[in-house]
Structures are given as structure tokens and as C-alpha cells.
């Protein structure tokens, strides 16, 4: 599922119940009332996009954002995954639910840790501690420059 929270732009989302006539009969067209797991907003998208039927999806969890694995990591695969792998699909593993599976289909996304760039580089963290201790520092007692006031002494 392609869909992402409105207001967060989470993709970790869950079906909600319907509330009504209309929205029930809105889940045959494909458009299903969800909720975000991140910020818990309910809100109703589309679940099914065209464009994204000709790519691979986890068959776990439906992801897109998908690995490939090799066969040093996953030496027995299921019988099926072979089947399917001598014929000819790609190796492709969600990382989401941990699943390695085979697909004839290419993938759209590859996975990345892009909510883990709301917390900040670890390059910035320095910076900041290194401006801290400055203030707390002996020039702490000066006009600091950015308020142009004394600080207060005890």
C-alpha cells in the first residue's frame, strides 16, 4: 500500500472499522477508511493505486519498500521460493516483517530508514553539545551577544 498519513506521512498504517452505509460501500471501490499507527488519525484513502500492480509487494504485510537477499543468508528457502527462483524471479526480502520470498516482478522501492531523519544526523549532535558547554563556560558571565543582556548571577 502506497497511501501515507496526511499528517504525518507515516506508511504504518491499519484498516479502521467503518462508520457508516457509505464508507462500507466505498471498500468495494477501493477507497477504505485507515488509521495511522504512528499518530493514531483516521483517515480514508485510496488502498488500491493501478500504477502499482506491476510491482512487487511483501505478501506478509503488502509493502513495497523491499531488499533482495542472497543465498548465503536464507540457504533453504520453501520448495515454492525454489520453484519459483529456477524459473527465473528475484529474491527480494521485506524488512518490515522479515520475510524473504521470490517475485517475478521488479520492485518500486527500495528500503530505507527515511523516518529515521526526523531525529537528526549524529554529525549535528556535537555541534550542539559543543555550543552548550561554551555558554556554561567562564565567558557565561559576559554580555552574551544574541540577547545583548547580562546574564543573571546568584
Do not use: H
Amino acid at each position: 500500500m502506497s497511501t501515507e498519513c496526511p499528517r504525518c506521512g507515516s506508511r504504518y498504517l491499519r484498516p479502521a472499522r467503518t462508520r457508516n452505509f457509505s464508507e462500507w460501500i466505498g471498500q468495494l471501490r477501493f477507497t477504505s477508511p485507515l488509521r495511522c499507527l504512528d499518530c493514531n488519525k483516521r483517515f480514508i484513502a485510496k488502498t488500491l493505486v493501478w500504477d502499482d500492480l506491476s510491482f512487487a509487494r511483501c505478501p506478509t504485510c503488502r509493502r513495497m519498500d523491499l531488499n533482495s537477499w542472497t543465498g548465503k543468508t536464507y540457504i533453504n528457502p520453501p520448495f515454492w521460493v525454489k520453484v519459483k527462483l529456477n524459473l527465473g524471479a528475484r529474491k527480494w526480502r521485506c524488512e518490515y516483517c522479515r520475510i524473504n520470498f521470490a517475485s517475478f516482478r521488479d520492485r518500486k522501492e527500495v528500503f530505507t530508514f527515511k523516518r529515521w531523519k526526523k531525529f537528526g544526523n549524529a554529525a549535528e549532535k556535537p555541534v550542539a553539545e559543543k555550543s552548550l558547554l561554551q555558554s556554561v563556560g567562564p565567558e557565561a558571565d559576559a554580555v552574551t551577544p544574541e540577547t545583548g543582556a547580562e546574564p543573571l548571577k546568584s
